[in-house]
């Protein structure tokens, strides 16, 4: 009853391969959950709080940033700065070790709550869907590719400036 147990934060799992030829391979295999976690209602609120904000925060850039021709820009910004801010907050809090109770609601606030408001694949899909309705294949291909590649060349350099600002100074 006492014990610490349902905080657990998903793995990666290394198993041996061992290979046609008798060679032990080490495999690392998809992220396990845990069974059954918890959700305490701090966290709930955490998330809430956080989703809040970064919605809020979206809608506003949308109506601040406006759509240049086709490319509506304030969702394109939202989708590109959120995927940088979440790689190196991630990849940040990470750095500091293993996930404890204050990481553990800072990443529930910032990264799911305020970032996962904030930034918006069922807009960025349906922006897509709606220049393909309007025959605009060519602006739905460069629009919708374009965001996924310089928002993952964002998350990367998210996560290569995360693990700098990350790393203990003991």
Known sequence: M???TQHAT????????E????????VVSRLQLPAQPVVHPRDIGLVAAGGSVGTLARYGLGHLVPAIGWLPLGVLLANVTGA?????LVQHLAGHGPEDSRRRG?????GVGLL???TTYSLLATD???LVLDQQIGAALAYGLGTVVVGGAATWLGILVGSRTGTRHE
């Open 2 to 4: 006492g014990h610490h």
């Open 10 to 17: 998903p793995r990666l799992i290394r198993q041996d391969f």
């Open 19 to 26: 290979c046609a030829h008798g060679a032990s391979v080490p």
């Open 84 to 88: 940088f801010l979440l790689a190196w």
């Open 106 to 110: 800072v990443r529930l606030l910032l």
């Open 116 to 118: 996962g408001g904030y």
């Open 128 to 130: 897509v869907a709606e």
